[in-house]
């Protein structure tokens, strides 16, 4: 009598689920390769600052404490004073 295994040897069932995953292989390899391009070329490195053309010292007493002492403006969120950045 013949184990289960040795069952689907016989019927081919081996050769095609090797020929699947093959297939499935090189589908993800053809995805992959239309799609990382896309996702690379749409990467961005953050935001981009408008030119400022000069630091200005934190006046705002509850950022004192921080490890810099100064700041641009408009700063990312758009805040325009620092009285404004403060407030949020």
């Given at each position: 009598?013949?184990q289960p295994?040795e069952?689907c040897?016989?019927?081919?069932h081996?050769?095609?689920?090797?020929?699947?995953?093959?297939d499935v292989?090189?589908?993800?390899l053809?995805?992959?390769?239309?799609m990382?391009?896309?996702a690379c070329?749409?990467?961005?490195?953050?935001?981009?600052?408008?030119?400022?053309?000069r630091c200005?010292p934190?006046?705002?007493p509850?950022?004192?404490?921080?490890?810099?002492?100064e700041t641009?403006m408009?700063?990312l969120?758009n805040?325009?004073k620092?009285?404004d950045a403060?407030?949020?």
């Open positions: 009598m013949k295994g069952m040897r016989d019927f081919g081996d050769r095609v689920s090797r020929s699947v995953r093959r292989s090189m589908l993800w053809i995805v992959l390769s239309i990382l391009p896309a070329s749409a990467y961005k490195r953050g935001p981009e600052l408008p030119h400022h053309g200005e934190i006046t705002v509850f950022c004192k404490e921080i490890p810099y002492n641009i408009p700063n969120l805040h325009v620092q009285e403060g407030l949020d």
